[in-house]
T-cell receptor, first 114, second 113 residues
Framework: EPEVTQTPSHQVTQMGQEVILRCVPI?????FYWYRQILGQKVEFLVS????????KSEIFDDQFSVERPDGSNFTLKIRSTKLEDSAMYFC????????????FGPGTRLTVT | AQSVTQPDIHITVSEGASLELRCNYS??????LFWYVQSPGQGLQLLLK??????LVQGIKGFEAEFKRSQSSFNLRKPSVHWSDAAEYFC???????????FGSGTKLNVKP
């Protein structure tokens, strides 16, 4: 069964460094998402992406964040200058269609900022 | 504003007992409703979804959920819980009008032998 994959599974970085989290969505899906889950808290929407542009973003997704689909398969989340409060599990998801289409989630990348 | 409430943070049930996890949502239009399960260290796996039609939906692993519009609820049920069901369960709402999900804060399920 096709699945969303994410690399790395765990990333440790120092405050102020840039990180890139990578995702490979399901191949025929058109809509891509990033969510994050701070330890012990709810899963929060960050951004959705369709047709090579951001379709929606939350107030969390400020200028330090960016997303890109650099080729036909990868979908990346870049955090330019990490802060301690960026430590969280980051989930990538993809869906085939709208409206409100079922989203398939990857296993997540745990980001630890020290 | 859209929101999802899961009033129970932790629930403990005995193996073989029935289970009901509560979910209430706030959304003005017709919601699309989902239940996901997250095992420790794992991602989110879809258990079931409601878009329209029959308000009682069946999912994987013997779970079912009932959409009650009058109560703005989408409670998850299972008639007989297995030890492997111990995990965290998240209710989520999506919609035609927005391209994202809102998640509840989750309910951690413990299963006693």
């Amino acid at each position: 069964e096709p699945e969303v994959t994410q690399t790395p599974s765990h990333q440790v970085t120092q405050m102020g460094q840039e990180v890139i989290l990578r995702c490979v969505p399901i191949s025929n899906h058109l809509y891509f998402y990033w969510y994050r889950q701070i330890l012990g808290q709810k899963v929060e929407f960050l951004v959705s992406f369709y047709n090579n542009e951001i379709s929606e973003k939350s107030e969390i997704f400020d200028d330090q964040f960016s997303v890109e689909r650099p080729d036909g398969s990868n979908f990346t989340l870049k955090i330019r200058s990490t802060k301690l409060e960026d430590s969280a599990m980051y989930f990538c998801a993809s869906s085939e269609s709208l409206p409100g289409g079922e989203q398939y989630f990857g296993p997540g990348t745990r980001l630890t900022v020290t | 504003a859209q929101s999802v409430t899961q009033p129970d943070i932790h629930i403990t049930v005995s193996e073989g007992a029935s289970l009901e996890l509560r979910c209430n949502y706030s959304y003005g239009a017709t919601p699309y409703l989902f239940w996901y399960v997250q095992s420790p260290g794992q991602g989110l796996q879809l258990l079931l979804k409601y878009f329209s039609g029959d308000t009682l939906v069946q999912g994987i692993k013997g779970f079912e959920a009932e959409f009650k519009r009058s109560q703005s609820s989408f409670n998850l049920r299972k008639p007989s819980v297995h030890w492997s069901d111990a995990a965290e369960y998240f209710c989520a709402v999506g919609s035609y009008n927005f391209n994202k999900f809102y998640f509840g804060s989750g309910t951690k399920l413990n299963v006693k032998p």
